[in-house]
C-alpha cells in the first residue's frame, strides 16, 4: 500500500458534480437557467430539494475550504436573511409552477446555520413553507457548530419537521483543535448529542478529519473512542483537503505539520476498522453509517446518490441553491450564485437573480456524468462500448496494480481501489482531459 499512495501521489476532484467546476464553460444565462428549472419542475413534480447556505461564522476554522464570512456582529443577518427571501420570491414570481409544488428536501449548510437568531430561523424557514408546502415526510437536515449551537435552537428546529442533524467535530485532540483553532471540548459535542435524541431527531451524523495538522495513530485513536461513545448514526471521516492557494488560512500550518500520505492512509484505515468493528458499514468514498440508518439502506439498495451536498439517500430531480456560493442543479444544468455576499445581496436588492457561473451539460457530460456516479456510489459501472477502449488504456497500469477489475463491459473498483476511487474515476473525465490542468486546482486524492 505505501508503495501505491506514493505512486498514486497526485490531485484529484472530489466529484460531486460533473464537470467539475474548474471545467465549467458553456454558461446559461438566467433565462436559460430558468428554461432548465422549469422543465425540471414540470417533468418531475414534487421532488424538489432546496439548499440554504448561510456563510456566516464567529471564528475562522484555519482547515475549512468552505465559503465563509467571518464575523461576531450579527447585525448582518436582517439583511441576508431578507435577501434568501427575495431569491425565493424571485424564482416563484419566475415559475409561477414553483408555488404549486412540495418540497422533499432541505438542507442548511454554512459557514454556520446556527448562527442565526431562532427569530431568524424560524421566520426564514416558514418563508420557505409558503412557497414549497412540505411533502408528509420530508428530509431535513441542517448542520451545526456545538460551539455556537443553543438548546432552544434544536427544539425549534425539531417542531419545524428536522430529524437529522450533522455536527461538526473534526477531532477531539485538543492540541489538534488549538492548531485549527476549533476549540471544542467533548462536553460540548455530547450536549448538543443527548439533546438532540431526546427531541427525537432520528439521524446525528458526525463530521471527523483526518490528515489534520499534528494528527497522530494515538490522538485520532482518542478521537474515534469517544466518537464511538456517543454512537452517531453517520460518520462522515473526510480526507483534508490542504488548498492554501485558494483558502489562505490553510498558510497559519506549513505541510511538514501534516501527515505525509503514509501516516494519512494509517490513520483512515485505523478508523475504518474501528468504526466496522462498531457495526458501521463503509459507504462510498469517506462515509460510514449504522445498519438502521437510511444512508445505509441507500447502499444496500443501489439508490445512493451524491451531489453538491455530498451522499445522499434519495434522488431528486431538482435542487435549487439558495444563498451565497450555493449551486442549483438539474438534469442538465448548473448555476451558482455569487459567492461574496455583498454581492449576492445586491443582485436581489435589483431584483435579479445572482448568478456567477454555472454550465449546460451536452449530451456527452449527462453519460459522462452517469458512469461517475455510478462509480462514486457504488465502485462499478458498465461502460458504453464506445468508450472501452479507451477506457482500458486510461486505466491499465491501475488494473495491473489490482486496483480495479473488468468483466466484460463492467467495471469494479476492487477493495484494494477504494482509496483509488478519485484517481480512477478521473479516467472517465473528458472535461479534465481535454482541458489544461493545473496543479492548484483540486486537493491530494489519497
Known amino acids: 500500500m505505501s508503495e501505491l499512495l506514493q505512486k498514486y501521489d497526485t490531485q484529484a476532484p472530489r466529484y460531486t458534480s460533473y464537470p467539475t467546476v474548474p471545467f465549467w464553460t458553456d454558461n446559461p444565462t438566467t433565462e436559460e437557467w430558468l428554461e432548465s428549472l422549469n422543465r425540471s419542475i414540470n417533468a418531475n413534480p414534487n421532488k424538489i430539494a432546496v439548499y440554504v447556505h448561510i456563510p456566516f461564522c464567529e471564528t475562522l476554522c484555519t482547515f475549512c475550504g468552505c465559503n465563509t464570512s467571518i464575523t461576531k456582529n450579527h447585525s448582518v443577518e436582517e439583511p441576508y436573511v431578507q435577501a434568501l427571501r427575495q431569491e425565493l420570491d424571485l424564482y416563484s414570481k419566475e415559475i409561477p409552477s414553483l408555488k404549486s409544488q412540495k418540497l422533499q428536501e432541505l438542507h442548511l449548510g454554512g459557514g454556520s446555520p446556527t448562527y442565526l437568531s431562532d427569530y431568524h430561523l424560524q421566520s426564514y424557514i416558514e418563508s420557505i413553507f409558503n412557497i414549497l408546502e412540505p411533502i408528509s415526510s420530508p428530509e431535513f437536515s441542517i448542520e451545526v457548530d456545538p460551539r455556537r449551537t443553543r438548546l432552544s435552537q434544536l427544539d425549534l428546529l425539531f417542531k419545524l419537521g428536522f430529524r437529522r442533524i450533522s455536527l461538526g467535530v473534526q477531532d477531539f485532540d485538543p492540541d489538534v483543535q488549538r492548531l485549527v483553532n476549533r476549540i471544542q471540548p467533548f462536553e460540548m459535542t455530547e450536549t448538543i448529542t443527548d439533546h438532540a435524541r431526546s427531541l427525537g431527531f432520528t439521524s446525528v451524523n458526525f463530521d471527523l478529519i483526518y490528515g ?8 485520532m485513536e482518542t478521537s474515534l473512542k469517544k466518537t ?3 454512537k452517531p448514526d453517520r ?23 501534516l501527515p505525509d500520505p503514509k501516516l494519512k492512509r494509517e490513520l483512515y484505515e485505523m478508523g475504518r476498522e474501528m468504526l466496522e468493528s462498531e457495526g458501521y458499514k463503509e459507504i462510498g468514498l469517506d462515509h460510514f453509517a449504522l ?12 439508490k445512493l446518490h451524491r451531489n453538491f451536498m455530498g451522499y445522499t439517500d434519495s434522488k431528486t430531480d431538482t435542487l435549487l441553491g439558495l444563498g451565497s456560493s450555493a449551486i442549483s442543479e438539474t438534469n442538465d ?8 455576499e455583498i454581492k449576492y445581496r445586491k443582485s436581489l436588492q435589483n431584483g435579479v437573480l445572482p448568478n456567477f457561473r454555472g454550465h449546460k451539460l451536452n449530451s456527452y457530460d449527462l453519460i459522462q456524468k452517469k458512469i461517475i456516479l455510478s462509480l462514486m456510489t457504488n465502485f462499478s459501472t458498465k461502460i458504453p462500448k ?13 488494473e ?11 467495471l469494479t473498483v476492487t477493495d484494494l481501489g477504494r482509496p483509488f476511487l478519485r484517481l480512477i474515476v478521473m479516467a472517465f473525465d473528458e472535461r479534465l482531459h481535454q482541458g489544461e490542468i493545473s496543479k492548484s486546482m483540486f486537493s491530494k486524492a489519497i
Do not use: G
Request: aromatic share 12%; with cysteine.
Open 212 to 219: 489534520l495538522p499534528k494528527q497522530k495513530i494515538t490522538s
Open 228 to 230: 464511538i461513545q456517543l
Open 386 to 398: 464506445p468508450q472501452i477502449e479507451l477506457a482500458k488504456e486510461r486505466l491499465n497500469e491501475m
Open 400 to 410: 495491473k496494480d489490482h486496483l480495479l477489475v473488468w468483466e466484460n463491459d463492467e
Open 333 to 340: 444544468c448548473y448555476y451558482q450564485n455569487q459567492k461574496l
Open 235 to 257: 460518520i462522515a471521516f473526510y480526507s483534508y483537503a490542504h488548498v492554501p492557494w485558494i483558502k489562505s488560512s490553510q498558510r497559519l500550518f506549513t505541510e511538514d505539520d
Open 291 to 302: 445498519s438502521h440508518d437510511k444512508l445505509w439502506i441507500a447502499k444496500s439498495n443501489q
